[in-house]
């Protein structure tokens, strides 16, 4: 059986980018495989603590387990649902593959070279996060990991740890995870999903921009949030074509189209073609985010808080199981335990 996992950080709230990049399509995957692969889908609250410790996360933890459940992911015995912190394993583990990974290899992730490199005053956290990300995936021997494009470094290094202590100890301790191309094409898409910014199209829509205008947050008023795609910054090449390089702004608008009606992007990109009036296209992806975001949240308030705590309880005891017997796996490897 294969296993399927991925988790989304709770510092704050979640925008349209942590939702069509990788809680929409890890719930799709899950609802298609989890007849045959097991499905993991955790929230990283050790990974949220790095920044922003502001006294929300047990709340935001609980809405981004609801917003899994409205997004339509269907429960069943094969899908688990756990936090990071009630699995000490994953801490034990990070400690262990620290002990592997090299200060180089580490210092070259794009996320902590804009967060904290050459900062002092930077915690010790930010720059071990892609190892706990490791940990996180080589405990449970996960093959595919739904992640947004701005992970895939990640899912590189955690591979190349993992190579490194099975050559190292000459055993398969760990299954190694799908290359990040194989991710992308398991995740139906030629390359990872980056939203981007609806003010700045160069860069991706993220949770920590200051610009309101250029996120969408899955509780915007829905009528706000059709307002900032209508101002969305464009292009003034005047014809609406797939292109990235080029048109950004454009390209943002069809993908977040075909990814949120659930439309191949080809048959977006042919429905527009020849089309030269960008407020006709504003106009369709604005109707679209607020029909979806008015559904969404209808269906995000009528699931109860109690329900979630069973969920992830149910979810708890399986992931220590797991995660326990993988890290004695390893600790016994390293000469830390005797096999028993
Ligand atoms: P995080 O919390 O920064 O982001 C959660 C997920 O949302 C994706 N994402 C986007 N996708 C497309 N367009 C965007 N604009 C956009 N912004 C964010 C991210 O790629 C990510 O998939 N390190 C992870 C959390 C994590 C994890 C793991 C994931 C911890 N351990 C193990 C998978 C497996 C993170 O920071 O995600």
Redesign the pocket.
Known sequence: MKTI?????VNGEL?L??Y???LLPMTRLANQHSQDSKINIFI?DL?TIISDIDGNLQTNLIKSIKYYLASGLELNDNIHIYRQSFVPAHSELTWLLNCFATMGEVSRMIQYKEKGEGKDSANVGIFD?PV??AA??LLYDANY?P?????FQ?LELTRDIAIRINNRFDQEIFTIPAKTTDQAKFMGVDDG????SLTNPEK???KSDISEHSKIMLSDDPEAAAKKIMSATTDSIGKIQFDMFNQPGISNLLQIESLITNQPLQIVISRWAGETNYGDLKNQVATSVKTFLTDFQTKVNDITDQKVLEVLEKGEIYANQIANAKLHQVQVALGLRKNA
């Open positions: 996992l991925t988790g989304i950080r925008t980018g942590n069509l990049g990788a990283p990974h996060y706990l990300m996180d995936i990991i992640v947004g494009e701005d992970q990640h999903i980056r939203i981007r991706k829509m993220s």
